[in-house]
């Protein structure tokens, strides 16, 4: 299946298969985190696109979208084309700077970083038919209160994981009886049991390694059983550059200067210390 990533302007974000490692992970002794297998897995799932430069934002707490005020603390010079407050309500717009398109049938999540929580900053999720839309997407974050946020270059800010609609809506869930099922309670209890012991030999580092392994992780069951399929590793592939030299935007030069206005009817003002102040234009009749 292939996906692809149309580029439309000087703001190009940089895209890369989603990383493997969370530093709240990495603080757990021994990283021992990265032993929930589903936990590593959904870290690695999809694409990730990265902040093109280092973003502060400053929200009031108001309705408004003068409310949010964006800085480019390294003074990078399109981040009226990368940073904006579309909706008002304290929801931060950021533009992937890409036209996807995937195969047939084939739509994109879009999502924050998977298992990468922010303080006080939610992630707005999305479902995109990227197999017919001509246009981008953006992403969108909710500031949870007032106060000052920050978006390190190269942090990502979107995560996209191609999907299939059609399998999600004629799906049907039944809720059955487990003794409905040979042999399902009595493998349950039995794993219970086994997940009790390993829990109650937590302090002791070398019983963890040595149960650790079992079942789930190997995609095996204790009775012998193997998996049809298993996935313990999850790597993606890098993104192709078809583009010539020619097709590149060029190096960025300097902060910006002057009024820059932004195609959803924002004028934001550079102020001294750095900032922009944003007014609505009023939409023409």
């Known amino acids: 299946m292939k996906i692809r990533a149309f580029t439309h302007g000087p703001m190009v974000p940089e ?19 990265y032993r929930c297998l589903p936990l590593a897995i959904a870290n690695s799932f999809g694409w990730e696109v990265l902040s093109p430069c280092d973003l502060r934002i400053d929200y009031d707490g108001g309705y408004g979208a003068e409310a949010i005020r964006i800085t480019a603390e390294d003074d990078y010079p399109l981040v009226g084309h990368f940073a904006m407050s579309n909706f008002t309500r304290g929801v931060l717009t950021l533009h992937t700077g890409y036209i996807f398109r995937t195969e047939p049938g084939w739509s994109l999540l879009a999502t924050g970083p998977i ?17 017919w839309l001509p246009y981008p997407f953006t992403m969108n974050w909710q500031l949870m209160r007032a106060g000052s946020f920050r978006l390190k270059k190269g942090e990502p800010f979107c995560n996209i994981v191609p999907v299939m609609v059609d399998p999600v809506s004629d799906a049907k ?5 487990g003794r409905e099922e040979p042999g399902l309670i009595e493998a349950m209890n039995g794993f219970a049991a086994r997940r009790g012991t390993l829990m109650s030999n937590f302090d002791d580092p070398e019983a963890v390694r040595e149960s650790w392994g079992r079942e789930y992780f190997r995609g095996a069951l204790a009775d012998g059983t193997v998996a049809p399929k298993h996935v313990h590793k999850l790597r993606l592939a890098e ?10 935007p060029p190096p960025l030069r300097g902060p910006p200067r002057g009024v820059v206005a932004s195609k959803n009817l924002e004028v934001r003002s550079p102020t001294p210390d750095g900032g922009f102040t944003v007014t609505r234009k009023p939409p023409k009749k």
């Open 239 to 248: 993104p192709i550059d078809r583009r010539t030299p020619e097709q590149k």
């Open 15 to 33: 895209l890369k298969p989603a990383r493997v490692r969370r530093d709240w992970m990495d603080a757990f002794p021994e990283r021992h985190a």
């Open 173 to 177: 869930i039944e809720i059955v009886d």
């Open 115 to 131: 298992n990468e929580p922010k303080s006080f900053m939610s992630p707005l999720t999305g479902v995109i038919e990227t197999d």
